[in-house]
């Protein structure tokens, strides 16, 4: 395998081993995933305090109206 070809594969794999968090965007790692069940099915998640924000959602019946205002992803620094 070329030097180039390395450097390819290598961007692939990092690309594939980072997700967007459900509830925020944020770019995590897979490594690093938190998964939460959440209307019925898994969902990845940056941080338990995503994680935490969602099983509030859906204890307490609001899953329609967090979908209907899930907003484009917005950038948190
Ligand atoms: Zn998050």
Redesign the pocket.
């Given at each position: 395998m070329g030097i180039r070809q390395f450097f390819n594969r290598l961007q692939q794999t990092t690309k594939q081993e980072s997700v967007a968090?459900?509830?925020?965007?944020?770019q995590?790692s897979l490594r690093r995933v938190v998964r939460a069940d959440f209307n019925g099915a898994s969902r990845e998640?940056?941080?338990h305090?995503?994680a935490a924000v969602l099983m509030m959602i859906e204890t307490n019946g609001l899953i329609d109206v967090y979908l209907s205002n899930k907003s484009p992803v917005k950038p948190?620094s």
């Open positions: 968090c459900y509830h925020c965007g944020e995590v998640l940056c941080c305090g995503c948190v």
